[in-house]
């Protein structure tokens, strides 16, 4: 039972997990930008900056990381719907 809500909560945690990891990217990179941005443009416009860079090194970081586990996900998804069409035309 437990296992089976594990598989199927899998996708929405995996969901969430990554936009939770884009807004920390961002939070983290305008730290990082108005930090640096004190010396040359200015706090905020260093912070805006930093926190686009901040969300697109996250969406690469996750493109390496966790795009393996969405493939293995969808591939799951796609083999055990052509088992329940196979098993459908069988009866």
Same mark, same amino acid.
């Given at each position: ?7 199927? %909560?899998? &996708? =929405? ?6 936009? !939770?990891?884009?807004? !920390? &990217?961002?939070?983290? &990179?305008?730290? *990082? @930008?108005? #930090?640096?941005?004190?010396? %040359?443009? &200015? /706090?905020? #416009? ?5 926190? /686009?860079? @901040? !969300?697109?090194? %996250?969406? =690469?970081? /996750?493109?390496?990381?966790? /795009?393996?586990? =969405?493939?293995?996900?969808? *591939? ?9 069409? @196979? %098993?459908?035309?069988?009866?």
């Amino acid at each position: 039972m437990l296992s089976k809500l594990v598989v199927k %909560s899998h &996708g =929405i945690l995996l969901e969430l997990a990554l936009w !939770i990891l884009l807004v !920390i &990217g961002a939070i983290g &990179g305008f730290g *990082i @930008g108005a #930090t640096f941005g004190q010396w %040359s443009d &200015g /706090a905020l #416009t260093g912070g805006v900056l930093g926190a /686009a860079l @901040g !969300i697109a090194a %996250s969406f =690469i970081g /996750a493109v390496f990381v966790v /795009a393996p586990v =969405i493939f293995v996900r969808d *591939i799951r998804q796609s083999v055990r719907a052509l088992e329940e069409a @196979g %098993s459908d035309s069988a009866t």
